[in-house]
């Protein structure tokens, strides 16, 4: 099946700074690559769906001057967190779209602000 | 607003025994439909995915989708303990934005040896 990677899997950074996310497609060109958040016990929320050479479409109540989605290629897409605060301290997923019918998803970046 | 609601659980059955999972959709004009399934601290991973009405199988997985009803479910036959994780069901909804999938809070499952 196709493989989606993320780095890093594990970030811990203070209040205040910026925190960049890798998603790369590795053996599959990713037309449209999607950004999730999940907080504990909850369900995956859409952030923003990024297609090569666009600016990204985001979703209601996501700010997207403190999420910066880059979608560079069709094998990479990054978000940065900007200015990171506490309340930011998720498990940040991304996902990229081979099909209409399939998305796979990458194994996760967990972000601690402390 | 669309939603997909599922029944949280958890849902414990023994090993060997069918679990069934539900998940109904309020977009009507919604086109496909995924299960994924999360083992804790883990991203999802695709099941299955199902847009035609019916039944479609693979494995010991089961998929039944009913547009009218707007319903669809999840059959795992002979659960095994490495089934235990939460099942997110998502839907792939109409109009623009047609990759764009809405997940519902997921069901967890607990197989019991």
């Known amino acids: 099946g196709a493989v989606v990677s993320q780095h890093p899997s594990r970030v811990i950074c203070k209040s205040g700074t910026s925190v960049k996310i890798e998603c790369r497609s590795l053996?599959?060109?990713?037309?449209?690559m999607f950004w999730y958040r999940q907080f504990p016990k909850q369900s995956l929320m859409l952030m923003a769906t990024?297609?090569?050479?666009?600016?990204?479409?985001?979703e209601q109540g996501v700010e997207k001057d403190k999420f910066l989605i880059n979608h560079a290629s069709l094998t990479l897409s990054t978000l940065t967190v900007t200015s990171a605060h506490p309340e930011d301290s998720s498990f940040y997923i991304c996902?990229?779209?081979?099909?209409?019918?399939?998305?796979?998803f990458g194994p996760g970046t967990r972000l601690t602000v402390t | 607003q669309k939603e997909v609601e599922q029944n949280s659980g958890p849902l414990s059955v023994p090993e060997g025994a069918i679990a069934s999972l539900n998940c109904t959709y309020s977009d009507r004009g919604s086109q496909s439909f995924f299960w994924y399934r999360q083992y804790s601290g883990k991203s999802p991973e695709l099941i299955m995915f199902i847009y035609s009405n019916g039944d479609k199988e693979d494995g010991r997985f089961t998929a039944q989708l009913n547009k009218a009803s707007q319903y669809v479910s999840l059959l795992i036959r002979d659960s095994q303990p490495s089934d235990s994780a939460t099942y997110l069901c998502?839907?792939?909804?109409?109009?623009?934005?047609?990759?764009?999938?809405?997940f519902g809070k997921g069901t967890l499952l607990t197989v019991n040896p």
């Open positions: 053996d599959f060109q990713a037309t449209t």
């Open positions: 996902s990229a779209s081979v099909s209409s019918y399939e998305q796979y």
């Open positions: 990024s297609n090569e050479g666009s600016k990204a479409t985001y």
């Open positions: 998502a839907v792939k909804g109409s109009g623009g934005s047609n990759y764009k999938l809405t």
